[in-house]
């Protein structure tokens, strides 16, 4: 029979990871949590666990306040004021390290930087191998009982180990700048793997060629998701119809109405809708193809127009009015209410 490993075996990795990661950190350490974006102070190591797990007095608007225990993987550190004078005492040099010392402190300090990638690879492995099944049904609620993790941020760790071997393998010029944890990779996740490293060499840049922080590379993701603006004189002319869509805002109620081109400007076209004059992207226009209803619309909004400059007008010819407006083409009892309303309040040609 093949030799069954024990369960105490099966943790060690996840418990020196653990151990690495929470003596990383020193009393006092303003640290944030990297599932919920706490921020608060680090405080000791808690060994009362059966893996270990550290005390932090997360910030809170209560007068009364206690320290919460948590995962130290979860927990990244927040860079301190330039002006705060406990950082420049934490990094006086007090003793000379020999080079050994140095070349150790090299290899622990590379350690405990991927610690949150050796965990993504170890679970990466125990659910592609389903190696929870002889005591668990499912990934999430194994990791939830043996890890106290939830299941997204099990899978954010995993997904982590996937941008770190890319980042890896493909970024040749920047191979010893790599994630130190697992937020800064989580904006990178969802981009193919050749504008992960696009994306991870700009913000590494724009870190000054050091390891670049969560916010720097979020800030480098959604500007590359961010739409290039079209000329809208690429788009069409004054005078063309289309239909509104995409709008947000005090301008949705115009989703889905029809509209006619009135003036074009850089990245925005002014429109005229059946009460007002909009201005919106080329994004928001679909134009309209049918040509009678092109060749009507122009024609239709200018008697509306004039009919609402009247003045006050009755409730039931402003019901009627906005129901015209909104309509792309005008049906032919439509066209008569149009033209009775224009005879009651004597507007026309």
Not at 119 to 125: V, Y
Request: glycine share 6%; proline share 4%; hydrophobic share 35%.
């Amino acid at each position: 029979m093949p030799k069954i490993k024990s369960r105490s075996d099966s943790t060690e990795d996840v418990k020196q990871a653990r151990l690495a990661a929470a003596h990383s950190f020193r009393k006092g350490d303003r640290v944030r949590h990297q599932v919920t974006q706490k921020l608060g102070v680090f405080q000791e190591l808690n060994l009362g666990f059966a893996l270990p797990e550290v005390w932090v007095q997360f910030d809170s608007e209560t007068e009364i306040q206690f320290p919460i225990s948590c995962n130290p993987l979860e927990l990244e550190l927040v860079a301190k004021d330039s002006g705060d004078t406990s950082s420049a005492i934490a990094t006086a040099v007090v003793e000379e390290l020999t080079e050994a010392e140095e070349r150790d402190r090299h290899r622990l300090e590379l350690r405990v930087e991927r610690a949150f990638y050796e965990a993504g690879k170890a679970l990466t492995q125990l659910r592609d191998r389903r190696l929870y099944r002889s005591t668990h049904r499912n990934f999430e609620s194994y990791c939830h009982e043996r890890f106290g993790m939830k299941r997204i941020y099990a899978h954010y760790l995993i997904d982590a180990a996937v941008v770190v071997d890319n980042l890896s393998s493909g970024c040749s010029q920047i191979v010893n700048i790599l994630p130190t944890n697992e937020s800064q990779c989580r904006p990178l996740a969802k981009l193919e793997p050749e504008s992960q490293r696009t994306c991870w060499q700009q913000a590494v840049e724009q870190a000054g060629g050091k390891v670049p922080s969560a916010r720097i590379v979020k800030g480098i993701v959604e500007q590359l998701k961010e739409k290039p603006l079209r000329y809208a004189t690429d788009f069409g002319q004054v005078g063309d119809a289309f239909t509104l869509m995409r709008l947000e805002g005090c301008e949705r109620k115009y989703n889905g109405c029809p509209c006619v081109a009135t003036k074009l400007k850089d990245f925005t076209i002014e429109v005229e809708v059946f009460d007002e004059t909009i201005a919106v992207k080329p994004e928001n226009l679909r134009p309209i193809d049918d040509p009678d209803a092109c060749r009507q619309l122009p024609e239709i909004l200018k008697r509306i127009k004039r009919l609402r400059n009247v003045g006050l007008l009755d409730r039931g010819a402003e019901v009627i009015l906005q129901h015209l407006g909104r309509q792309t083409y005008l049906t032919d009892l439509e066209v008569e209410l149009l033209t009775f309303l224009e005879q009651r309040y004597g507007v026309g040609d």
